[in-house]
């Protein structure tokens, strides 16, 4: 588990190196499920969006 601004500084560092949006980035933890929805839910549309543009 990390404070908030060390994910602050991780996100913004990852955006920079892999040039994407900061959406599409997920911190989460096992041990307290804090961002798993979040996740499960983008998953749950990208998975969607596939099953769409295949029809």
Known sequence: MIDEDTRSHHSETIQKELKIPEDDIFFISAATGEGT???LNSLT???TNIKSDLA
């Open 37 to 39: 929805q979040k996740l």
């Open 45 to 47: 549309e990208e998975i």
